[in-house]
T-cell receptor, first 114, second 115 residues
């Protein structure tokens, strides 16, 4: 079982709609979760982090975490064409020697149509 | 520097040749990570440095891959006897110290094509 799973998409929504991106993870002990946005040909950039169950809002973005279901989601309200990108879900996992590493899903490609 | 700097930005090499990819992290960042991203795939962890030490090199896919970091700053990822399946974007990231409680900053990547 992959550690972090996302629907690869593509997900297509009209401008102004809500885009919903979902992610599940396998390690029940995970505590920290991140959403990165990656434009085509560019490096990932952090847009949201969430550590506690419930919702966390930042502008048009809302991250939702449900640790019991091992599920984290990202909602983008009033989607804009500039939101068109691949969204990567990441979880802190344990590496060798007790070190931490970010474990990424494959990403969901979002297209917002004008 | 202002951000994580990687070079070369693009590299085309012939199968069987060796390549070196360089990463210059943000000044003062002790943690440095290498990831690989193949076309249409997520980021695959390769190796983690804390200072000059690599406590986790579990993601290196074969013994053709090696990395080092000197002076707690610049890191070099070396791929020997490159294969076509090594074609990918190699991303370097750094943080002030580890992951928890810190923001990870990514470089723009080195695009490697093996022909």
């Amino acid at each position: 079982q992959k550690e972090v799973e996302q629907n690869s998409g593509p997900l297509s929504v009209p401008e102004g709609a809500i885009a919903s991106l979902n992610c599940t993870y396998s390690d029940r002990g995970s505590q920290s979760f991140f959403w990165y946005r990656q434009y085509s040909g560019k490096s990932p950039e952090l847009i949201m982090s969430i550590y506690s169950n419930g919702d966390k809002e930042d502008g048009r973005f809302t991250a939702q975490l449900n640790k019991a279901s091992q599920y984290v989601s990202l909602l983008i309200r009033d989607s804009q064409p500039s939101d068109s990108a691949t969204y990567l879900c990441a979880v802190i996992g344990l590496g060798q020697g007790g070190s931490e590493k970010l474990v990424f899903g494959k990403g969901t490609k979002l297209t917002v149509n004008p | 520097g202002a951000g994580v700097s990687q070079s070369p930005s693009n590299k085309v090499t012939e199968k069987g040749k060796d390549v070196e990819l360089r990463c210059d992290p943000i000044s003062g960042h002790t943690a440095l990570y290498w990831y690989r991203q193949s076309l249409g795939q997520g980021l695959e962890f390769l190796i983690y440095f804390q200072g000059n030490s690599a406590p986790d090199k579990s993601g290196l896919p074969s013994d053709r891959f090696s990395a080092e970091r000197t002076g707690g700053s610049v890191s070099t990822l070396t791929i020997q006897r490159t294969q076509q399946e090594d074609s990918a974007v190699y991303l370097c990231a750094s943080s002030r110290s580890g992951i928890s409680g810190n923001t990870i900053y990514f470089g723009e990547g080195s695009w490697l094509t093996v022909v």
